[in-house]
């Protein structure tokens, strides 16, 4: 067989921001895929909810509000640098990225810390009982995944200190700021069904 | 100027040089030595290993069946005692899941999907090699802790509470539930790593109307995986967590519930089933194709009903828990939709005999074993039925039975092909072709000893024979349809031995395959056999669903892509129009690395949660290794980006 | 294939002609619900051996076809044969679609039918799980007139009997398969399920769900006997534990009453009070030791006492290291409580 | 090649010696001494060879079998209705580092084969040495004595706190000083 040329792709990018690169998809699969974990979590507090007579059980107070509240609202507020540096991303902007990276590399950290204060905020331990130990698990489920996307930003802000970044760092960093928008918003839901739905 | 793509010669235009190719030979050369072996990301090097793997998982999985058939040839047997039985059970069934089934499903799509699909690579390299190693690290763990006398012991489902930290003393079940973690995270990848590749990766004009169905089952798999694995995860890790950290997910007394546990076993146990038995359909559709030597039949039935099937599988989850008292209404309707995924599997029998009676069949082994899949399959898809009836399975239920049907639709509807598969590709993989006649043995040893096995465990099921049981005294009566069963067995293994002896044999003497041996319609046969590591010199273009066989001669191909770069073409995702060019990533340490990583916190879990803890932030090392760019590489980059800047600036 | 054939025929006529002692067989039904089931059984047996040769008949005719030159692709495809190929596989498919329909409705009749079997039971026996044991209690509103005893169930033939179930540890499973299907026993949960013998005759059952070490050796016998033998075996299991009167089984009762056995085992009207393993009360009226493991007999009986963890390993009842009268005196004490 | 492989097949072999011991099941055994009691050690001087259940000892303190056979046990012989889940009521708290009779493995096994003043009964000819091992073994393990990783993380009873709900469900003292 011969073969012969019908497409010369010489002139293509090699790099596209958004849906059109695979690394964009790499994102959308893993927030399908630890959307769904939480989803199952959700699933098992219902089913373990709708089992139990009260809710939450006897003898176990009903979650505070307060450090809950503050960390909805940092996640709220770690939005916009996370926005922000997608955007210089976009721009190709070396340093407003970094700082973009940093702010929301920070943020999250103090998230993180909050969320260890939510815990607390739970009344109740993992091992008091069924409801301690599910509401731990939506709380750690979220908060590990989290934790990997502060991970990523800190790896991508410090490569941006570094280094000149290239065109697919950039692409990488506007897919972290995706994957960020997605942990805040499921976070919504969980917040609802874990803080105040008892109520 | 004439170069080949597979052994036909084949005129390269103008553009592509002899250079260019040397170029793209060494841009794509494998390292050598321990060093590059540790650090392949390459597809095909992967799958391979892959596979190897898998079978031997296969080999375990088998020896411990025979044990389990030889206590059970008898009654009042001693050979294996309770305890070990229960391991040895246990141990089988969880090798035959969860290291075997649903890896070499994952492994040959990762082989071939790519070469199928007319791309150089998959889409995430590095997580696929990250994958296998995670993999094959889960399976040394498995199987050390069973060395030690610490194999899980409740079965490949593990209910609790017989699971739960009250009734399982020791690390055992710990180690089940880690090991589940692992072949989770690998499956979860490979799975990720199939649907990009097919959303992202295909040639241009490989649209998904003439997507080969076997691509087609394997990207519909991944999907399945994606939702099924955290099912398990889930479970497991609630029940590692009540193992190791008190927690009462399943503790009743203080709120948990046992059912629970199996409502997330079975949500993904089911589709499990589908996740091992879909890969298999689409093999069995290219194999029918091909020595049916025209397309099969009904193109869009054949992709609706494996895509029925992957929606239908999740909602049949509750049939596995009939005898735990469930409501009616849903007795009713998981009883219904149980009866109704027989439809798409029974129309697409129905295409492929249609195929067979309007093509012209060559009856090579790998048709062979198509022909035994729906032989031995439709036992166990009939039984299946049978058992989504409620009342039918209170009395079935946990008996030799399910033992039997599960048997049949593993062996029936996942081996044959399988095996089919083997026959079929491995020209493709080695170079060489493998026995016909020793296949035919292999097939006939195995058609006769699978149902030899088999066949009689319906009636042991029936004559009230439990599931699990290691031993049984003589007054039930269940001693010679056992030992039939076990004679059975012993045929399996001698079949299997033909097979290994095969596999072994044609490496070295098997006759040279050529390019295309069976003449085949899809796009691996274009290439070389064994593929170079780039897979083509020029991606093709799709012009048919018939693919090879419409080329009339000539074929279409991209030119553009850089040869002194592992450069593939990314597609878009309806029309696969081309959109941008992507470098692969190079050789690397990495996955390695962050696998011995993630497989230090998973094993240290078991022990204590700190190290889950430490896991967690030990794995930034890697992570961060594995996204640090090569120096040269960002050098070259970036000035070449700067040149893309300053030329429009010029023409303007 | 001819060889499967073959053993196939062979195993049914042995497994029709096999009716031992053990009555443990879903195929030979003796009760409404494990009738209904056998009848279903027969009828998705035919369809789907209909089926079957139907299809396998079908890729039998594909395969006696000429074959083709290899590595030709076809260039025979005619239209009027694709038609017909498709006219073939629509109406194969829609003839499936009914079956499995017909299949459903036969399911869902069946299912139906046995729940508006259950009446008013005649009987309530609650059914406890242990590793690897049966408790069993008749319930009755009079604490007094309660039995308690293990690993069998006496019934009066073709009355509803209500069982209630539960578990005192892991997941067990109650399957009388010549009566009725199975039901879990879940710890945490109320389970119930209903059996009605319609012939007299002792049906064995064994714990379906795995339990743990020795869950092949967690059996039950379910006797069905005409009401008036059922009333007098009752009447008999209410009474207290005999008096012995002679010296042997007197002196069996003082080893049980001060050694290890009292801890764990009940014999009413003595001092042995424990609640741990089952209720010896009437052991001597028993068909079977250990759950279904051993007949009963003296002989086995001390073999039992002696080293259980030999005949039922990881057992809870511990080995007894009696001397030999002490257990010739237990067992003689033992087997007269009928 | 061969040295290296020898090496790593050694492993696996070197390995399941170690777990054996930690995962096995020993359903009939006697172990030695059948009334130990009377060889307690009570002064420096012995006659003959070392401590005699050493091997004992160990053997069943680092095996999970016998620890999850002693918690069914403990369960059993209404160990809980004094003792409680170890936490302590009537009977005194077993999680605590304070021991009346001492912490040595033979120390509890006489507390339990022979009773003790204020309430703590005998079970010398109701339990057989095994199982008063196999007791010994989970009482130590309640406090922290004898191997963590053989040890369950708790059982499937109810844990029973009202008015804090935040707390610990009786945690062992891992202080406890080794004997």
């Known amino acids: 067989m011969r073969a012969r040329a019908t497409h010369d792709v010489s002139s293509l990018p090699t790099e596209v921001f958004g849906p059109a690169n695979v690394t964009w998809w790499a994102a959308l699969g893993g927030e399908v895929i630890e959307g769904f974990v939480l989803v199952l979590a959700v699933f098992a507090y219902f089913y373990l909810r709708y089992e139990a007579p009260d809710w939450p059980p006897l003898h176990t107070p009903l979650p505070s509000l307060r450090a809950p509240t503050i960390n909805l609202a940092l996640m709220a507020l770690s939005i916009i640098p996370a926005w922000w540096a997608a955007r210089s991303a976009r721009a190709k902007n070396r340093w407003a990225t970094f700082a973009g990276l940093t702010l929301h590399a920070i943020l999250g950290t103090a998230i993180l810390v909050m969320r260890y204060f939510e815990c607390y905020a739970l009344n109740v331990r993992w091992d008091t009982n069924a409801y301690g130990s599910v509401t731990w698990a939506i709380l750690f489920s979220h908060g590990y995944m989290a934790l990997f996307d502060i991970f990523d930003t800190a790896g991508l802000a410090i490569l941006c200190l570094f280094l000149q970044p290239e065109e697919r760092h950039y692409v990488d960093v506007t897919e972290n700021s995706f994957f960020w928008y997605f942990v805040v918003a499921t976070w919504v839901p969980l917040f609802l069904i874990v803080f105040l739905s008892p109520r | 100027m004439a170069t080949t793509i597979g052994t036909d010669p084949l005129t390269l235009p103008p553009a592509i040089h002899d250079e260019d190719r040397k170029t793209l030979h060494e841009t794509w050369e494998p390292e050598r030595g321990f060093k590059g072996w540790v650090r392949a990301v390459n597809h095909k090097t992967v799958g391979k290993r892959y596979i190897v793997t898998a079978l031997v998982f296969l080999l375990l999985g088998g020896l411990e069946a025979a044990a389990l058939r030889m206590q059970l040839a008898r009654p009042d047997n001693t050979l294996l005692g309770p305890d070990r039985y229960n391991q040895v059970f246990s141990m089988h069934g969880t090798t035959m899941m969860f290291l075997f089934a649903v890896p070499i499903m994952t492994a040959i799509g990762i082989y071939l999907v790519p070469l199928m699909i007319g791309t150089r690579n998959v889409a995430y390299p590095r997580l696929n090699a990250l994958g296998y190693w995670t993999f094959l690290l889960g399976g040394v763990f498995l199987y050390t802790f069973f060395a030690m006398n610490s194999g899980p012991d409740a079965g490949w489902t593990s209910y609790t509470p017989l699971t739960g930290p009250q009734f399982a003393n020791g690390k055992r079940i710990d180690v089940w539930a880690q090991l589940v973690t692992f072949t989770e995270i690998a499956a979860l990848i490979a799975a990720l790593e199939m649907v990009m590749t097919v959303l992202k990766m295909r040639a241009p004009g490989m649209t998904f109307r003439r997507l080969p169905l076997f691509v087609w089952a394997q990207f519909i798999t991944a999907a399945m995986v994606m939702f099924a694995m955290p099912a398990v995860a889930t479970g497991s890790i609630m029940l590692g967590a009540d193992r190791l950290l008190a927690t009462h997910f399943f503790n009743h007394a203080e709120g948990g519930d046992a059912l629970l546990y199996q409502h997330l076993f079975w949500f993904f146990g089911h589709p499990e089933v589908y996740i091992i038995f879909l890969p298999a359909l689409g093999m069995v559709s290219q194999i029918v194709g091909t020595f049916s030597r025209r397309p099969v039949f009904g193109y869009p039935v054949m992709v609706a009903a494996l895509l029925t099937t992957g929606f239908i599988g999740f909602g049949l989850w509750v049939h596995h828990m009939f005898a735990t008292s469930v409501h009616m209404l849903s007795q009713s309707f998981f009883t219904a939709a149980s009866t109704m995924i027989a439809i798409p599997t029974g129309v697409q029998i129905f295409c492929w005999i249609a195929t067979l009676w309007l093509g012209r069949p060559v009856w090579k082994t790998p048709l062979l074993f198509v022909a035994g899949f729906v032989v031995v399959f439709m036992i166990g898809g009939l039984s299946g039925v049978m058992l989504a009836s409620v009342p039918f399975d209170a009395q079935a239920h946990d008996t030799y039975f399910v033992v039997a049907h599960l048997h049949y639709v593993l062996l029936g509807g996942a081996l044959f092909p399988l095996f089919g598969a083997f026959y079929y590709w491995y020209p493709k993989v080695v170079g060489r072709l493998m026995s016909e006649r020793l296949g035919k043995w292999h097939f006939w040893l195995l058609l006769i000893g699978v149902n030899v096995t088999f066949f009689p465990q319906h009636l042991l099921g029936l004559e009230g024979m439990t599931r699990r049981i290691y031993t049984y005294s003589e007054a039930m009566g269940w001693g010679p349809l056992n030992l039939v069963s076990t004679v059975g067995a012993v045929i399996i293994v001698a079949g299997m031995a033909m097979f290994a002896v095969n596999l072994l044999w044609s490496v070295r003497h098997g006759e040279d395959a050529g390019a295309n041996p069976w003449g085949a319609d899809t796009l691996e046969w274009l290439t070389t056999s064994p593929p170079p590591p780039y897979n083509f010199v020029d991606t093709p273009v799709v012009t048919s669903r018939d693919g090879l066989w419409a080329y009339d001669g000539e074929v279409p191909v991209v030119t553009g892509l850089h040869t002194d770069r592992p450069e593939v073409l990314v597609t878009s995702m309806m029309d696969t129009r081309p959109v941008y060019r992507h470098e692969m990533p190079e050789p690397t340490y990495a996955p390695l690395v962050m696998a011995v990583v993630i497989a230090g916190m998973l094993a240290a879990g078991i022990f204590t949660p700190w190290g889950v803890v430490v896991g967690t932030f030990a794995i930034v090392i890697p992570f961060y290794i594995w996204a640090w760019p090569d120096r040269g590489q960002h050098a070259r980059n970036l000035r070449e980006e700067k040149q893309r800047r300053a030329e429009p600036e010029m023409a303007s | 294939m001819r060889l499967r054939h073959h053993a196939t025929i062979a195993l049914l006529l042995w497994a029709s002609s096999c009716v031992g002692y053990d009555h443990q067989s879903a195929l030979d039904p003796a009760g409404p619900q494990a009738g209904s089931v056998h009848g279903l059984w027969y009828l998705m047996l035919g369809i789907s051996a209909g089926v079957y040769v139907v299809v396998v008949a079908a890729l039998l005719l594909v395969i006696r076809r000429r074959q083709a030159h290899p590595l030709e692709p076809d260039e025979t495809r005619s239209r009027d044969r694709e038609a017909r190929a498709k006219r073939v596989v629509v109406i194969a498919g829609a003839v499936t679609v009914g079956v499995l329909f017909v299949v459903l409705l036969a399911d869902l009749a069946v299912a139906r039918g046995l729940t508006r079997l259950a009446t008013s039971p005649a009987l309530t026996i609650r059914v406890t799980g242990h590793q690897w044991w049966w408790d069993v209690e008749y319930e009755d509103s009079i604490p007094q007139r309660r039995v308690r005893l293990a690993n069998e169930i006496h019934l009066p033939v073709g009355q509803p009997v209500l069982v209630k179930l539960q578990s005192h540890d892991v997941i067990h499973s109650f399957w009388v398969p010549n009566l009725a299907g199975k039901r879990d026993l879940i710890p945490g949960h109320h389970t119930e399920t209903w059996i009605r013998a319609d012939r007299p005759g002792v049906y064995r059952s064994q714990c379906a769900e795995f339990c743990g070490l020795q869950h092949a050796k967690m059996a039950l016998y379910v006797v069905a006997e005409p009401r008036d033998q059922f009333d007098a075996w009752i009447a008999r299991q209410r009474t207290p534990a005999v008096t012995p009167n002679d010296t042997l089984a007197i002196r069996g009762k003082g080893v049980l009453e001060s050694g290890s056995c009292a801890l764990c085992h009940t014999v009413t009207s003595t001092l042995a009070r424990g609640l741990v393993g089952p209720n010896l009360t009437h052991v001597g009226s028993r068909l079977s030791l250990a759950a279904g493991t051993l007949p009963n007999t003296p002989g086995y009986l001390a073999g039992w006492i002696a080293d259980p963890q030999t005949i039922k390993p990881g057992a809870q009842m511990p080995p007894n290291s009696l001397t030999p009268e002490d257990l010739r005196a237990l067992v003689a004490y033992l087997s007269t409580l009928r | ?179």
């Open chain 4, 1 to 179: 090649m061969s040295v290296r492989f020898m090496a790593i097949s050694a492993l696996p072999v070197a390995l399941s010696l170690a777990g054996c011991k930690q995962e096995n099941r020993d359903f009939r055994e006697m172990p030695p001494a059948a009334t130990p009691t009377e060889a307690i050690r009570v002064g420096e001087l012995q006659p003959g060879g070392g401590p005699p259940f050493d091997s004992t000892v160990t053997k069943y303190a680092d095996n999970a079998y016998a620890i999850g056979t002693g918690q069914r046990l403990y369960n059993q012989m209404n160990c809980v209705g004094c003792h409680f889940h170890g936490g302590g009521g009537i009977g005194p708290a077993l999680m605590d580092e304070q021991w009346i009779y001492g912490s040595d493995p033979a120390q509890i096994f006489k507390t339990i084969v022979e009773g003790r003043p204020n309430g703590m009964p005998s079970f010398r000819n109701k339990l057989d040495n095994q199982q008063v091992w196999q007791l010994v073994a989970y009482v130590r393990s309640l406090s922290g004595l004898g191997g963590s990783t053989v040890s369950s993380a708790r059982e499937d009873h109810m844990y029973l706190s009202p008015d804090l709900a935040i707390r610990s469900p009786e945690k062992p003292t891992r202080s406890a000083p080794r004997p």
